[in-house]
């Protein structure tokens, strides 16, 4: 088996075993956890001089107990255009799947562990992952009016799709990465706000970096049910090396969401 194929299954195993780690026996689970759901479901069709069909998806899991407080996400997105000689062609087509693992999360200051995977046909990405640990301080305990700040270092590899512009099909190095998120909600509830942005520079090379930016504004229709209106924005600096259009690219949704 290659090393290709072998990395990811290190890297699924490892947070698989995570996972493990954050569910404790089940007489404990049932007095401590706290479980967390949403999923994201949102598409777009437009038509006339040049028909485009836009399709996306998202779920994100938290949890918390006394000992751990964990959250993955999972997203997926897919669209077609037309273009003027009648011929359709995908213009997007990407994946993202991502944990982490804080310890000690009643302490403002905690260790964190975190692993992501993703694929980009648009960033000419064919495969992505990174796994790293370090810090994150908090503000505010309750999951909906927190602020998070966390800085760690990561271990990277990525394929790209052929066809790029004369740049190795593998590449492997260390990053640094920052995050800055902050989640606020008002009116009981019914109103929040969430914005979460990460910026990755390569260790010693701050101007070959990623940035992901993520800002979105719920409102509740009912107790479960809600509408999203997000804009979101990859940034990778070496995508017109692999041979993508651009560097920057980024969408505007509307949603439906449901929290439980």
Do not use: K, M
């Given at each position: 088996m290659t090393g290709r194929r072998v990395l990811p299954l290190l890297l699924a195993g490892l947070i698989g075993g995570v996972c493990a780690l954050v569910s404790p026996p089940t007489s404990v689970a049932a007095q401590t956890n706290d479980w967390k759901v949403e999923g994201e479901l949102g598409g777009a069709v437009f038509f006339g001089n040049?028909?485009?069909?836009q399709f996306s998806t998202r779920m994100v899991v938290e949890r918390a107990d006394e000992l751990f407080e964990s959250a993955s996400d999972f997203r997926f997105s897919y669209g077609?255009?037309?273009?003027?000689?009648?011929?359709?062609?995908?213009n997007r087509r990407s994946w993202s799947a991502s944990?982490?693992?804080d310890f000690r999360p009643e302490e403002r200051w905690r260790p964190s562990v975190s692993g992501r995977m993703e694929s980009a046909f648009e960033r000419r990405i064919a495969l992505r992952y990174n796994a790293g640990a370090g810090m994150r301080v908090s503000w505010d305990r309750d999951r909906r009016n927190r602020v998070d700040f966390s800085l760690s270092i990561l271990a990277?590899?990525?394929?790209?799709?052929?066809?790029?512009?004369?740049?190795?099909?593998?590449?492997?190095?260390?990053?640094?990465?920052?995050?800055?998120?902050?989640?606020?909600?008002?009116?009981?509830?019914?109103?929040?706000?969430?914005?979460?942005?990460?910026y990755r520079p390569v260790f010693d090379s701050f101007g070959n970096f990623t940035l992901s930016s993520r800002n979105s504004f719920s409102l509740g229709l009912t107790e479960v049910i809600a509408l999203r209106f997000s804009v979101s924005t990859e940034y990778d600096s070496g995508a017109l090396d692999r041979g993508a259009d651009t560097n920057r690219d980024g969408q505007v949704q509307v949603t439906m969401v449901a929290q439980f």
């Open positions: 040049r028909e485009q069909t077609v255009a037309t273009d003027s000689e009648g011929v359709r062609e995908i944990t982490s693992l990277e590899r990525t394929y790209a799709r052929e066809g790029g512009r004369g740049t190795p099909d593998e590449v492997s190095l260390a990053r640094w990465s920052s995050n800055f998120r902050v989640r606020r909600s008002y009116f009981d509830d019914r109103f929040s706000i969430d914005s979460n942005n990460t």
